[in-house]
Structures are given as C-alpha cells and as structure tokens.
C-alpha cells in the first residue's frame, strides 16, 4: 500500500504500522508498538495535533500538513469489530507533493491566463477606440473635397486623437524643399521655427528612408527662439506615404516629455498619416483633373467652359454682396493675317504671348479665359469703368513690349481691340454682359482696332441725344469701309489733337468738337475715286485736284448735321496755310480757326509718319524737323512749338486709345468730353 497507515487502539496507542507509514515517520513499528501516538509521532512535528483534529472529525476531514518539503494529507476513521464495537482508529496519510505542486503550477498558470485575457481585453479595447477614432477621421477626411480642405481637416484631427497640443503637415514640393500647411493658429515666427527644426534635424528625411514615425526633442539649442514654446518639447515626425511615394509628413507637437514613447502612439500616428495621405494625393489628382478640364491646353488659361461658369459666379457674387464686375472682351487684330502669312505655329506663339501677357499685367483677383478662337475674356472683380480701363491699357503697354519674333530678328508688334462691360449698368446676367462687351469689342474695331471702348464712365448718368450720333457713327463707319488707311489717320489726328488741345489747356466742350471734326476732317474723300486714293505713284494735276476737293465735299456732307458749325469751320479749315497759300480759301493767319489750325498740325504730323502706297514713313525725328521747318509758313508756330513738347514729353505716343460709348440700352454720344484720352 503506498499511503502511510497507522493503526491505534481506543487508547491511542500505536498497534500497526505499514512500511509507507515507517517510511513517513521514521520509526519502525517494534520500537513504537504500544506507544501513545503522541509520543510516537514526536519526530513529525504536528502530526499528532492532525491525528487528534482528524479523529473528532470521524473520517469527514482531510487534513493537509507539512513536513521539510513534503506535503501530506492524512485521514482518521473509526475501527468496528464484527458486533459493531469500536476497537480503535486507523489513520491514512497520503503524500501529495507532486499534487501540490502540479496543483500550484496550475494556479500559477491560471493566474497568467486571467492576467493575460485581462490585458489582452484592454488592448483590444484599446484598439477598438483607436480603430473607432480612425473610423471617425476616415470619415471626415473623405469629405473634404479639396487638397487644402484635407491638411487643415488632417492636422485637427491628428491632435485629438494623439493628444498633442498643436501640429502641421510639411507638403513635399520639390527635391528637398517643402512647405508647413494646415494649421493657420501658428504665427509664421513658429512655423519657421518648426520647419528648421524638422529639416536641420533630417528628420523629414529620416522619417521617411525608415518608413516609420520618429522623435525628437523640441528645444534644440540650434533652433531659434519660437520653438521655446512649451507645445514643443515634443515632435513626432510621421512620414506620408501615398501609393510608395513620400510626399510629405504629419508633424505632431506636444508638451509632454515622454510625447511618442509609446507604441501605440506611434502606430496611430502611422495610420492617421496614412489616411491623410491618400485622401490629400486624392484631392490633388481631383484638383489636377478638374483643373485641366476648364484650361485651354494651348494657353493653360481657362477654356470656355471655364471662363463660362466663373463668369456665372462672379455675376452671382456681385449681385450678393452688391459690387461692380468688370468684363473685358478681347479680340487679336489682325490674327487670320499672322496664320495666313506665318503659319499656325506662330499663331499659337501668339495666342500664348497673349495669354501671358494678360496673366501678368492684371491683378491676382482677375480672371482670364480663352473664349474661342483668337478671342479672350477677362473678368475684373470690384472694377468699375475707369478702373477696368486703366487695367486694360497696362495690358496694351505689355503688348508694346513684347513683339513677335517671326524670324532673323523680325519683330512684328501685337495689337487687340477691346469691349469693356460693366455689371449692373451694362446687364444683370452673364449673357447681357457678354453682348454688352461684344457691342464695344465691335466699336473698338471699327475704330481700325488696338482701341479700347467702355461702355459709359463711372459717372455715367442717363442718355443723351440719339440722333446727331448716329448720323456721325454712320459717316465714321462708311469712312472706314471705303478706306481704312483714311480711317486710322484720322483716328491718329483726332489723338493728336485731343493732346495738343489738353496741353493748351481747351475747355472740354472745345475737345469734344475738337474729336468730331478729327475724325470726320478727312470725310470728303467719300468723293475721290478710289483708284486716286490708293495710287501707289506721284498723283498728276488733275488728280491732286481731285483730292483737294475732300475739303469741300466735306463741308457738304456735314452741313446738314444740326449744330455742328464748329465742326464744319474746322474741317474746312484744315489744309489753310499760315501764309495764305492753303486751300479752298487761301485763309491768313488767325483768319483761320483755331481748331482748324490744330488739325492742319496734327494732320500734317501724322501723314508724315505714316507709311504711304508711294513712300515709306518718315521716322519722329525727321517729322519734327519737317515741321520746325514749315512753322510760320504752312503752319502757326504758336501750336507747333507746343506740339513739339507734347512729343518730346512721350504724351501722344503713351496717351491710351480709349473710348466711352453709350449703353446699348440708351444710347450715349460717344464724341462726348469724356469720349477719348
């Protein structure tokens, strides 16, 4: 039997032992026969205090006990003889040290479970708030539509979740170099300070050959004061990453010292960059996508689609918040001769230079289209008449300055003609402005083109008489189908007059006579024949003759125009000489009225500059010479000294050929004071 078996009489007194019990107690049986348990379990301390519990139990307790490094567990029980008499107790002692220690590895092993189910719990709710929290940014972030919308959104994010006081996102935009976004509460002191510290630290680019966020101290000593902010102690570099490439990092700032230490931290990091990322890439290819759908691929301005619907805006816009829109359409003169005569590639180099030159010559709030064909469209927001005018000749000046180069050093120079509208005065919808302009993009080239026609001024206020107008517009128009060279000299006196009677300092009701009879002084020539017009020789007698007559077939025609007898006086006035030799009327001196001698100057002026079917311009200066030469003889001295300034100060050559025309709603004398500059 391997359990210890020790039997006792009803007097304790030992009268067995089996080899297990001997074994357990160290005696044998013959040296304890007869002995009281007591004393014979003297070498198993304790043993006889369980004998004596495990006896008053009757067999209902097992009792543990030690001894050394062994475990037992001992039973006492009742002996009966065959009458049911107690003859004695019999005691079982059983060795279960190895039980013990199985059964204390198991407790130990149980414990481990509970403590690693218990920590296993909390990491998966951990990471369920963490997977919650990463729900919730995903979700945000897909909602912004634009690429600055997702930085912003990105870097308010990333500190809830992280805990940190404050961050930014450094964009990648070139080998190198980058730029802070995201976070418009950091003064630009701070943001200076943080990029140097995430770029003298290489930290963007160690962050990124690792693949893994890293850390770093805040309070460099290199770095300058601004990152002295306490929200600094920390930043956790996180590299952005979107379909294997790196474009950027997620910079995350704290003040706690131990910022990023933790995994977990560091993880959420990762992942919250990694959404940023993709959604950011996203909103860029949507950008680029939309961005090319509304630009015209030659000149990467808008399309006219593009124009369209920002026109449609802008119009909504002004109407909201009640201001002025201005509208300018543009047509390149001349652009069928530049592909007929130079080919379609210089045509494109065309359509190109202007682009650019309308890029730059306006302002950052301006927009530009290419409406179709050689035809641009500006809008000008919060730009009245004046102001769009003044935007539209520093257009024109960026044209003078920059000439095609068609080849071996030939420079052809750019003109455009230009229709000006105004929201509200000219059209509450973007169809009423866009006729409005077409209507004085139209003038501008009856003008002989490089003009530029406004609808009214900002001043504009109410109509005034129809009739003489349309009777001038009529004669000017007819003027410029039978010649334009007629047409575009005469445009070029009337603004050489228009200066020369500003500098003498004429009222304005004077200039606007002034402008009508330099536009209609050359009217006559309805009546020449065009073959003597255009003769590209020496004219004979006879038909210099008949080109003298325009002064008189001029008066003819104006004659029956009510109210126009300065007009009339001028424009018959205007080839008089000084010395009487002049015709029709071989006029003397002051005999000859003022706004006919102004004309006989800057007629003489201009035909002398101006390229001829029989001879070549004569440049500026030989011009002027010519003119010193004749004043006192063919011209008044007086208006030549002064004209002579005038081109010496550059005001006729710089002065912008502009007009304000009537709306077409109700109808203005363009010839007004206010008609040219």
Known sequence: ???????????????????????????????????????????????????????????????????????????????????????????????????????????????????????????????????????????????????NEVTTTGVRLA????????????????????????????????????????????????????????????????????????????????????????IGALLSASSRPDFGEDEDTLRLAEAIASQIAVALENARRYEEAQFLAERDSLTRVLNHRGISQRLEQEVAESDRSQLLLGLVMIDVDNFKLFNDAYGHLIGDVVLKRVARILDTSLRRSDVVGRYGGDEFVVLLPNTGAEAAVQLVERVRKGLEESPIDIGKGCLVPLKMSYGIAIFPHDGTTSSELLTAADANLYRSKQQGGDFITATGGDDYQGPQSLGTFSILDGLVTTVDKKDQYTRRHSDNVTEHALALANKLGLPLETQRLLRIAGLLHDVGKLGVPDHILRKPANLTDEEFKAIKNHVTLGELIIQGIPNQQEVLSAIGAHHERIDGRGYPRGLVGNEIPLLGRILAVTDCYSAMTTDRPYRKALTMDEAKSELRRVAGSQLDPQLVSVFLQILEEGRVENAPRVAFAAPAAASRDPLSSRAAV
């Open 1 to 147: 039997m391997g359990d210890g078996l020790i039997v006792t009489d009803t007097e304790d007194r030992i009268t067995f032992l089996n080899a297990a019990a001997e074994a357990i107690l160290g005696e044998s049986l013959g040296s304890i026969a007869e002995m009281h348990i007591g004393d014979a379990v003297s070498r198993v301390p304790g043993l006889a205090t369980i004998y004596e519990r495990a006896k008053a139990q009757a067999g209902k307790l097992a009792l543990e006990w030690t001894s050394g490094d062994r475990c037992c567990e001992s039973r006492v029980s009742e002996l009966f003889d065959e009458q049911h008499l107690r003859r004695g107790y019999i005691m079982v002692t059983r060795d279960i040290t190895e039980y013990k220690i199985a059964e204390r590895a198991l407790r130990e092993a149980r414990q481990e479970l509970e403590n690693r189910v218990q920590t296993r719990t909390a990491e998966l709710a951990a990471e369920k708030e963490q997977l919650a929290h990463l729900h919730g940014v995903a979700i945000e972030i897909s909602r912004c539509a634009t690429s």
């Open 159 to 246: 500190c809830e979740v992280l805990g940190c006081d404050t961050g930014s996102l450094w964009i990648k935009v070139g080998r190198g170099a980058g730029h802070l976004a995201g976070n418009d509460e950091l003064s630009k002191d701070v943001l200076q300070g943080l990029r140097h510290l995430v770029e003298d630290t290489d930290a963007i680019n160690r962050s990124a050959e690792l693949g893994a966020p890293m850390c770093i101290d805040g309070h460099d000593p290199m770095i300058e004061a601004p990152l002295a902010d306490p929200r600094f102690n920390r930043v956790v570099v996180t590299p952005l990453f979107s379909r294997g490439s790196n």
